[in-house]
């Protein structure tokens, strides 16, 4: 059986994005960014979302494409999910009142 795997776009990167459901425990093939290593999920990832390839401490950048795309809002360890949970955006405060599973806003109710 092949393993999954994830993308690593740029060699700067410490996140990258897993191509398929991640179960917690699995062994990923990272793919790209000059390299190829093995991490494990320590957590159920969702497709198309980020693993996290390093520890990122809090406030520290979430690095994607090369560049900073967040921080850390809490502690993140290598194998772990990053998404709305455990990074904020430093352009959008707003961005820490989405739901972490579709992104609709928790701060503003309608009705």
Known sequence: MKRPVCFKIHPADNVAT????????????????????LIRSVEPIPHGHKIALQSITIENPVIKFGVIIGRASVQIEPGQWVHLHNCRSQFDERSQTLNIHDGSTTDTRYE
């Open 18 to 37: 897993v191509l398929q459901d991640v179960p917690a425990g699995t062994e990923l093939q990272i793919l790209g960014g000059l390299s190829v290593n």
